[in-house]
C-alpha cells in the first residue's frame, strides 16, 4: 500500500493511527489495513470473495437481522443503543430480532421451564470450577433441552421454535446460580424478566439501577456482525440441524479465548495492576511491541464503540465510584489522548460487572446469554434460506515436519 493512500484512509477514519512518544512517526492499525486489503482482493473474483470473507471482507450471507452503523448495530432497522436507553427490556429486543416486530412494552416471557424434569438434570450438576466455565455449562443445558424437546422446535418462526428459544434463555439465566453462593441452578419466578432473573441468580439487589444496568448490557450485546459464533449457527442450521444443535454449536464457538473468554483477558489484565500509571505503562508496552491492548480498538468502530460508550455512561451515572473504577476512568481517557485507542464492549461490560460487584469472570457468561437472542433469528433466518453453507477450500500444497 503507497504511503499516500495509507493517509487517505487514515482521514476517512478507515484506518486508525497512533503516536509514538518521543518519536515523530505513527503507527497504524495492521487489523484495518488487512481488513482494506481482503475487500480489495474480493473484487478478484470467486475464490477470493470466498478467501476474504474469512478475514474481515465482504459479506458472504445476506441478512435483515442486523445492519452496523458507526452509531452501532441497527437490529431489524431499529438501534441497539436508542432501545437501551430508552428502557426497552431484553425481551422485546428479542421478540423484534425473531419476528421483526417489537414485543408488547415491559414485555416478561411466562415461565417456560419444565421444572420437574429441570430440577432433576440441574441438581446432578457439579458447578464449575471456573466461573468462565458458565458457557461450557449453557452448551451441556442446551443439549439437555434438545433431546427432551427434538425436532419439534426447528421450523422458522413457529410457536414452538419461540417458546424454545424462550425457554432456553430462561435456563441460562438460572445457571447464573452456579456462581452464586448458593452454587446452585436457580428456578425463575413466574412474571420475572431475564434481568431481575440474572440479579437474583447472582445474589445481586434487584434495584431498578442495577435492573436498567444489566438489561441495557442485554440489549446491545443482544446480536452484532456475523461473527465466527453466529457463523457456526448459522452453518449447523444450514444442514438442517435442530434449533438446539445449532445454539450450542454458536456457543462452543463462543468459548474461545478470541470471543466469550476475551472479557476474563481483560478483567485479568485490569486486575495485575492496580493504579492509572500503571495500567497505562503496561498498555504502552504493548502498543511499542505491536501488540493489542485488552479491551481497547474494535475494528468497526475506529471512531469509539457506540455500545461501550452507553455502557460506560450507565457506570459514571451510578454515582460514587470506588477508586479503582476512578482509576480506570481515567486510564481509558489516557489511552485515548496518547494512543487514540477507544474502548471496547468488553471492557465496558468488564466495568458493569465490577460496579455491579458481580462474581468475577462472568462478563463473557452475560455476553452469551444475550447473543442466544441473535443466534436464534440467524438460525430461523438461515433456515428460511434453504441453502447448505460450504465456504470453498484452496488446496495450498503438501507441507513436511
Same mark, same amino acid.
Given at each position: 500500500?503507497?504511503?499516500?493512500?495509507?493517509y487517505a484512509?487514515?482521514?476517512?477514519?478507515?484506518?486508525?493511527s497512533i503516536?509514538?512518544?518521543?518519536?515523530?512517526e505513527?503507527?497504524?492499525?495492521?487489523?484495518?489495513?488487512?481488513?482494506?486489503r481482503?475487500r480489495?482482493?474480493?473484487?478478484?473474483?470467486?475464490?477470493?470473495?470466498?478467501a476474504?470473507a474469512?478475514?474481515?471482507?465482504?459479506?458472504?450471507?445476506?441478512?435483515?437481522?442486523t445492519q452496523?452503523?458507526?452509531?452501532?448495530?441497527?437490529?431489524?432497522?431499529?438501534?441497539a443503543?436508542?432501545l437501551?436507553?430508552?428502557?426497552?427490556?431484553?425481551?422485546?429486543?428479542?421478540?423484534?430480532?425473531?419476528t421483526?416486530?417489537?414485543?408488547?412494552?415491559?414485555l416478561?416471557?411466562p415461565?417456560?421451564l419444565?421444572?420437574?424434569?429441570?430440577?432433576?438434570?440441574?441438581?446432578?450438576?457439579?458447578?464449575?470450577a471456573?466461573?468462565?466455565?458458565?458457557?461450557?455449562?449453557?452448551?451441556?443445558?442446551?443439549?439437555?433441552?434438545?433431546?427432551?424437546?427434538?425436532?419439534?422446535?426447528?421450523?422458522?418462526?413457529?410457536?414452538?421454535?419461540?417458546?424454545?428459544?424462550?425457554e432456553?434463555?430462561?435456563?441460562?439465566?438460572?445457571?447464573?446460580?452456579?456462581?452464586?453462593?448458593?452454587?446452585?441452578?436457580?428456578?425463575?419466578?413466574?412474571?420475572?424478566?431475564i434481568?431481575a432473573?440474572?440479579l437474583?441468580a447472582?445474589?445481586?439487589?434487584?434495584t431498578?439501577?442495577?435492573? $436498567?444496568?444489566?438489561?441495557?448490557?442485554?440489549? !446491545?450485546?443482544?446480536? /452484532?456482525? @456475523?461473527? =465466527?459464533?453466529?457463523?457456526? *449457527?448459522?452453518i449447523?442450521?444450514?444442514?438442517?440441524?435442530?434449533?438446539?444443535?445449532?445454539v450450542?454449536a454458536a456457543?462452543?464457538?463462543?468459548?474461545g479465548d478470541?470471543?466469550?473468554?476475551l472479557?476474563?483477558?481483560?478483567?485479568?489484565?485490569?486486575?495485575?495492576?492496580?493504579?492509572?500509571?500503571?495500567?497505562l505503562?503496561?498498555?504502552?508496552?504493548?502498543?511499542?511491541?505491536?501488540?493489542?491492548v485488552?479491551?481497547?480498538?474494535?475494528?468497526?468502530?475506529?471512531?469509539?464503540?457506540?455500545?461501550?460508550?452507553?455502557?460506560?455512561?450507565?457506570?459514571e451515572r451510578r454515582?460514587e465510584?470506588?477508586?479503582?473504577?476512578? $482509576?480506570?476512568?481515567?486510564?481509558i481517557?489516557? !489511552?485515548?489522548?496518547? /494512543?487514540? @485507542?477507544? =474502548?471496547?464492549q468488553?471492557? *465496558?461490560l468488564?466495568?458493569?460487572c465490577?460496579?455491579?460487584?458481580?462474581?468475577?469472570?462472568?462478563?463473557?457468561?452475560?455476553?452469551?446469554?444475550?447473543?442466544?437472542a441473535?443466534?436464534?433469528?440467524?438460525?430461523?433466518?438461515?433456515?428460511?434460506?434453504?441453502?447448505?453453507?460450504?465456504?470453498?477450500?484452496?488446496f495450498?500444497?503438501?507441507?513436511?515436519?
Open positions: 500500500m503507497r504511503m499516500q493512500t495509507l484512509y487514515v482521514s476517512r477514519g478507515l484506518v486508525r503516536t509514538q512518544p518521543g518519536r515523530k505513527r503507527l497504524y492499525a495492521r487489523a484495518d489495513i488487512e481488513k482494506l481482503a480489495s482482493q474480493a473484487r478478484a473474483g470467486h475464490g477470493a470473495v470466498a476474504s474469512m478475514h474481515w471482507g465482504e459479506p458472504i450471507i445476506p441478512t435483515s437481522i452496523i452503523t458507526a452509531a452501532g448495530p441497527l437490529y431489524r432497522g431499529q438501534a443503543i436508542q437501551a436507553r430508552s428502557g426497552t427490556t431484553f425481551e422485546e429486543v428479542a421478540e423484534l430480532l425473531w421483526g416486530k417489537p414485543g408488547t412494552p415491559g416478561r416471557w415461565r417456560h419444565r421444572t420437574d424434569g429441570l430440577r432433576r438434570f440441574a441438581a446432578s450438576i457439579t458447578p464449575p471456573s466461573n468462565d466455565q458458565l458457557i461450557e455449562l449453557f452448551a451441556l443445558f442446551t443439549m439437555q433441552l434438545g433431546l427432551t424437546r427434538g425436532h419439534t422446535a426447528s421450523q422458522p418462526g413457529s410457536h414452538d421454535t419461540l417458546d424454545a428459544a424462550r432456553l434463555i430462561q435456563t441460562m439465566a438460572g445457571c447464573f446460580g452456579y456462581v452464586s453462593q448458593q452454587r446452585a441452578f436457580y428456578q425463575l419466578r413466574k412474571g420475572e424478566s434481568a432473573s440474572l437474583s447472582l445474589e445481586i439487589p434487584v431498578a439501577e442495577n435492573q $436498567a444496568g444489566i438489561n441495557a448490557a442485554l440489549v !446491545v450485546m443482544s446480536d /452484532h456482525e @456475523l461473527s =465466527p459464533s453466529s457463523f457456526a *449457527a448459522r449447523a442450521a444450514s444442514s438442517g440441524a435442530t434449533l438446539h444443535s445449532c450450542a456457543v462452543c464457538a463462543n468459548s478470541q470471543m466469550g473468554r472479557y476474563s483477558q481483560v478483567e485479568q489484565f485490569l486486575a495485575r495492576t492496580t493504579t492509572r500509571g500503571a495500567l505503562r503496561r498498555a504502552s508496552d504493548l502498543q511499542s511491541r505491536g501488540l493489542a485488552p479491551g481497547f480498538g474494535h475494528p468497526l468502530y475506529p471512531q469509539g464503540d457506540p455500545r461501550a460508550r452507553l455502557l460506560l455512561d450507565l457506570i454515582g465510584r470506588s477508586k479503582r473504577l476512578d $482509576a480506570i476512568a481515567k486510564f481517557a489516557d !489511552v485515548q489522548e496518547q /494512543h487514540g @485507542l477507544y =474502548p471496547r468488553e471492557l *465496558a468488564v466495568l458493569l465490577i460496579a455491579m460487584e458481580l462474581p468475577r469472570n462472568t462478563a463473557g457468561a452475560l455476553f452469551t446469554l444475550a447473543r442466544t441473535g443466534w436464534v433469528a440467524h438460525i430461523c433466518e438461515q433456515w428460511l434460506a434453504g441453502a447448505l453453507l460450504r465456504p470453498r477450500a484452496k495450498v500444497g503438501l507441507f513436511c515436519h
